[in-house]
């Protein structure tokens, strides 16, 4: 809920401000031609361009950007269904009693791996990440826990060392993988960035209302058009910042690591 009000209420401070600057230099360039009785501003087209150009460079790399981690949380997700199953696989190599005690903590582990993220989530604005479950944390760290422990009691001197060369290194790639979930959610740009982008947005936007001077009549099509345009992109960007938060989901590629889940006897 915090997010959706953050994302909401900054998107409609961005257009309304946009709307506001706009209207703003319109009136500042409505001076300035009056003060210097002429009709054209030599020399505003080059600056224009060059703010123009930057802010659509930072944008275009912020997008890019946060594309790729989207993507990255997307494989990680995969991933960790992939090496769920090859845990399973390798738990099996053990005589049919430990093997069935194992797969039975790996399940115990994998499904609080699946509720962690399916249970309600919060948003930290200082921090700019996401807030988990604090106590389902900690019943996945105990579960690991256990199942790791397990599996150091069956590989004790005597047992079968191929079964404990092959089992031992994927659940430790199993846990590592969850590592890597849990950092890529943090993974975020400097929150300086997003102060650039707003910055450069209500500053393109005093340069083009200032522009529009010229025109003599107020475009309000125009204005509304550049602020919507402005806000819906970085709407879209803080939203694919936050798969987990905001409208752009990666929830829909939990089922690989909930059918991976459901394959464990």
Request: proline share 2%.
């Amino acid at each position: 809920m915090t997010f959706f009000l953050f994302s909401i209420g900054s998107a409609a401070i961005l257009f309304i401000g946009s709307l506001v600057v706009l209207n703003y230099g319109r009136d500042l360039g409505l001076r300035y031609l009056k003060k210097q009785h002429t009709d054209s501003m030599v020399g505003l087209n080059a600056i224009e361009g060059a703010v123009f150009a930057l802010m659509g460079l930072l944008l275009a790399f912020t997008i890019s950007g946060a594309l790729q981690r989207f993507d990255e949380r997307r494989q990680l997700i995969i991933q960790e269904a992939n090496t769920t199953r090859t845990a399973y696989d390798r738990l099996g190599l053990f005589e049919r009693d430990i093997a069935r005690d194992l797969r039975t903590k790996l399940k115990e582990y994998a499904g609080a791996r699946i509720q962690l993220y399916s249970l309600s989530r919060d948003f930290s604005l200082w921090r700019g990440t996401t807030i988990y479950s604090r106590e389902q944390g900690d019943r996945i760290l105990a579960s690991r826990h256990e199942l790791w422990n397990a599996a150091l009691e069956a590989c004790s001197p005597g047992s079968n060392r191929t079964s404990c060369t092959l089992a031992l290194p994927a659940l430790s790639n199993l846990f590592d993988v969850a590592g890597l979930r849990a950092a890529a959610n943090e993974r975020h740009p400097p929150q300086i960035i997003y102060v650039m982008l707003y910055g450069l947005g209500l500053g393109g936007s005093l340069l083009g209302g200032f522009g529009m001077a010229a025109a003599k009549s107020r475009s309000w099509v125009h204005m509304v058009i550049f602020a919507a345009a402005l806000t819906f992109a970085l709407f879209i960007v803080t939203n694919i910042e936050f798969p987990r938060l905001g409208f752009i989901r990666v929830d829909r590629f939990d089922h690989f690591l909930i059918e991976a889940y459901e394959q464990i006897r």
